[in-house]
T-cell receptor
Framework: DTAVSQTPKYLVTQMGNDKSIKCEQNLGHDTMYWYKQDSKKFLKIMFS???????INETVPNRFSPKSPDKAHLNLHINSLELGDSAVYFC???????????FGPGTRLTVT | EDQVTQSPEALRLQEGESSSLNCSYTVSGLRGLFWYRQDPGKGPEFLFT???AGEEKEKERLKATLTKKESFLHITAPKPEDSATYLC???????????FGTGTRLQVTL
């Protein structure tokens, strides 16, 4: 009965590769988010979707492309991975109009 | 731009030793202040939302309070299982996003 799930939990890849992270929520929420948490534990919003519509697109390289096939899923595709992309990526969701966000377990991405 | 500063960066307490964590914020029109708990290797877990100065919320040994410039997370008689990083976030104005602080890493020892 996991609320927000992400796959994979760990991702180790080489520079230049393309990879995807998947997120699913079963809370019935309308809004989903992607966050990046760096080595200093700073959590920064990257994207937000509401009912499959992009509503937040922070200053993120265009190598990062989110896709929301339906309101329960939000995937993150990263092209041409760089060393600086190494971080933990969290997916989160909330009810529309509310900002209490529920987070997934995270995906630790390591680029070598 | 919204800003959140948390202090101290790290705090070590003995079991039963009460203390407070601070979250100072700068925001144009506070629309909500949020506290989260994050355990190592896990995602942040929602604890509280506060909306206006003077508001208080409690959960077990935790109590969150809010003024016009800061929020405190009071931990009464902590136990080792309260060890975690506590994150504060704000939503201001017409923003559709939360701005997080860097957290306070709390360790409670026997």
């Amino acid at each position: 009965d996991t609320a927000v799930s992400q796959t994979p939990k760990y991702l180790v890849t080489q520079m230049g590769n393309d990879k995807s992270i998947k997120c699913e929520q079963n809370l019935g929420h309308d809004t989903m988010y992607w966050y990046k948490q760096d080595s200093k534990k700073f959590l920064k919003i990257m994207f937000s979707y509401n009912n499959k519509e992009l509503i937040i697109n922070e200053t993120v390289p265009n190598r990062f492309s989110p896709k929301s096939p339906d309101k329960a899923h939000l995937n993150l595709h990263i092209n041409s991975l760089e060393l600086g992309d190494s971080a933990v990526y969290f997916c989160a969701s909330s009810q529309q109009g509310r900002y209490e966000q529920y987070f997934g377990p995270g995906t630790r991405l390591t680029v070598t | 731009e919204d800003q959140v500063t948390q202090s101290p960066e790290a705090l070590r307490l003995q079991e039963g030793e009460s203390s407070s964590l601070n979250c100072s914020y700068t925001v144009s029109g506070l629309r909500g202040l949020f506290w989260y708990r994050q355990d190592p290797g896990k995602g942040p877990e929602f604890l509280f939302t506060l909306y206006s100065a003077g508001e208080e919320k409690e959960k077990e040994r935790l109590k969150a309070t809010l003024t016009k410039k800061e929020s405190f997370l009071h931990i009464t008689a902590p136990k080792p299982e309260d060890s975690a990083t506590y994150l504060c976030a704000v939503r201001g104005g017409t923003a559709s996003k939360l701005t997080f602080g860097t957290g306070t890493r709390l360790q409670v020892t026997l």
